[in-house]
């Protein structure tokens, strides 16, 4: 008697294996540009050193549907109880076994940059190309401040003008600022300047003061000589 047929139940062990698997292959390509260019007029063009920073985020997701975490294997009946080499029940289910899938799902996140740094190899040039930048940006300022200076004379000019024929500006209005700091001699401001002041000399002045006859109000009581002599303020020469 084998052990495979004690109580009629067959005991032959039925295993499965079951395996699957999925592979992501995920790449970040970095593309190396052109050096960065800088224009500064009059055809004068430099390159300097390229740093390109590049993050990235890449994520992947996998699933199997319907998700089934079991399934029931089912156990045969492989029953010979006469012996004679064939199964007694052919597809005769005793029962079932439930049996993990091994199913899940997969998740992949990968976080990360790429850095490329590039220069020129030829540094003279480069020095001589910043140079000449330099000069032409020196040149370009010296030309607006000869237009600013071209425009504050000529409003110095208009302005002075204008005041001098009595024309402004009325004070507080919007345009009255364009002339406020313009200043014309004699018209709305004087030239400092100093005045001489005379000196004054002091006299000593006599005056006859003998009592006149009331009765004669217009007896002469003196002449011009006991007036004295005063002078006020120098005389001229």
């Known amino acids: 008697m084998n052990a495979e047929t004690v109580g009629g139940v067959s005991a032959t062990a039925s295993p499965v294996a079951n395996s699957s698997g999925s592979v992501t292959n995920q790449a970040i390509q970095v593309l190396q540009g052109p050096y960065i260019t800088n224009t500064y007029g009059n055809g004068i063009q430099c390159q300097g050193a390229t740093m390109n920073v590049t993050p990235y985020v890449t994520g992947a997701v996998s699933q199997q549907h319907p998700y089934e975490p079991?399934?029931?294997?089912?156990?045969?009946?492989?029953?010979?109880?006469?012996?004679?080499?064939?199964?007694?029940?052919?597809?005769?289910?005793?029962?079932?076994?439930?049996?993990?899938?091994?199913?899940?799902?997969?998740?992949?996140?990968?976080?990360?940059?790429?850095?490329?740094?590039?220069?020129?190899?030829?540094?003279?040039?480069?020095?001589?190309?910043?140079?000449?930048?330099?000069?032409?940006?020196?040149?370009?300022?010296?030309?607006?401040?000869?237009?600013?200076?071209?425009?504050?004379?000529?409003?110095?000019?208009?302005?002075?003008?204008?005041?001098?024929?009595?024309?402004?500006?009325?004070?507080?209005t919007q345009y009255a600022k364009i002339c406020a700091d313009v200043q014309v001699a004699g018209v709305n401001f004087m030239v400092p300047h100093n005045h001489e002041i005379p000196k004054i000399e002091k006299k000593t002045v006599e005056i006859d003061l003998t009592p006149v006859d009331k009765n004669n109000d217009n007896v002469p009581t003196g002449d011009a000589s006991s007036l004295g002599t005063f002078t006020i303020g120098t005389p001229p020469d």
């Open 70 to 172: 079991y399934y029931m294997d089912p156990v045969y009946d492989l029953s010979d109880a006469n012996d004679d080499g064939i199964i007694d029940n052919p597809g005769n289910i005793l029962y079932h076994i439930p049996t993990r899938t091994g199913q899940k799902n997969n998740t992949n996140i990968a976080v990360g940059f790429s850095a490329t740094w590039s220069r020129p190899l030829d540094k003279k040039l480069q020095d001589q190309c910043k140079e000449a930048a330099q000069a032409n940006i020196n040149l370009m300022n010296q030309a607006n401040a000869n237009k600013r200076l071209d425009f504050e004379i000529a409003r110095l000019k208009n302005c002075g003008e204008l005041m001098k024929a009595g024309i402004r500006f009325a004070p507080g």
